[in-house]
């Protein structure tokens, strides 16, 4: 079976490079479709509060006959629950939704720049949750240089990862740069653009040279870039194409020609500007 590489974060957690996203995965859709990546192979599975979903991926893993050490699971914090006694409860419910006594890993999932919670407080709220042991990485999602600047200085624990919108068409070097002074790892969401690389001629024509898919080739590009990805399927046959990706390499040129289709153009909204609560 393919074997994904693990990578180690700035706590010394190791994290597997690829994992299974499960935004937009129907709740009653969420243990089918984790079932078949844990089958696949995949042991990494990234939700969210705001997924609706977490029941089902903790069903699936119980389901799957894995021990709990062998999946890494990420959560993040709900919009709406920044007040840091909000977050701490908002936190035991989604170890209680998922049904474990810890994850491995949770992020604020938005700064929400405008609101009247400074993010810094809340950041305090999961430095606490880290310290309880029930969450094995802490790290921050959408987060701006700006913002990581302020949890690195103002905090006392370096956010893991801070997880953001990344891929061909937004290539984010800015951003991962920061993250890179850090000592953040970068973890790309919507990796495949939420669909849009594979009417990429471009990549197509390079996936053609290496007789893979474009949504193979968008994923290697990541994965040689050294980002965490965890593409959203409910497909069985493309979640399983999204995991093969371990046995070809993409040339400096090509890394090359793919990264010169940035655009700067996002699927989702502008963290400066994203201040929405559910
Ligand atoms: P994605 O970039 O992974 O694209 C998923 C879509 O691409 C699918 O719905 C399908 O239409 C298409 N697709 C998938 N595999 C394909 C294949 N092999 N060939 C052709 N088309 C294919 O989109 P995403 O779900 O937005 O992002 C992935 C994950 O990132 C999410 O599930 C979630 O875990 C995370 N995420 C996080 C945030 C955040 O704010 N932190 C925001 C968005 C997504």
């Known amino acids: 079976m393919t074997s994904v590489p693990n990578i180690t974060l700035n706590n010394g957690i190791e994290i597997p490079q690829l994992g299974f996203g499960v935004w937009q995965v129907r709740p009653n859709e969420t243990k089918a479709a984790t079932l078949t990546a844990f089958e696949v192979g995949y042991r990494h599975i990234d939700t969210a509060q705001m997924y609706g979903n977490e029941q089902g991926v903790g069903e699936a893993v119980r389901e799957s006959g894995l021990d709990r050490g062998e999946v890494f699971i990420t959560s993040k914090l709900n919009n709406g629950f920044h007040q840091p006694d909000d977050a701490l409860k908002a936190f035991d419910t989604s170890l209680e939704t ?123 590009w990541q994965i040689q870039r050294g980002d965490i990805v965890f593409p959203k399927s409910v497909t069985a046959e493309r979640i399983r194409e999204n995991f093969e990706i371990f046995d070809f390499e993409l040339s400096e040129a090509d890394m090359g020609v793919i990264t010169a289709l940035d655009k700067g153009q996002r699927t989702g909204p502008n963290p400066d500007e994203f201040n929405w609560i559910p």
């Open 98 to 220: 998922l049904g474990f006594d810890y994850l491995d890993l949770f992020l604020i999932h938005w700064p929400l720049p405008g609101i009247d919670v400074d993010f810094v407080d809340t950041w305090k709220a999961l430095e606490d949750i880290y310290a309880s042991g029930r969450a094995k990485a802490i790290g921050v999602s959408n987060f701006q240089p700006s913002h990581l600047r302020r949890v690195v200085q103002e905090g006392t624990v370096v956010p893991a990862v801070n997880q953001i919108e990344v891929h061909p068409f937004l290539t984010q070097d800015e951003a991962r740069a920061a993250n890179a002074e850090y000592g953040v790892a970068t973890e790309a969401w919507s990796p495949l653009a939420q669909g849009l690389v594979v009417e990429s001629p471009v990549i197509a024509a390079i996936a053609k040279t290496h007789d893979k898919s474009p949504a193979q080739v968008a994923l290697r």
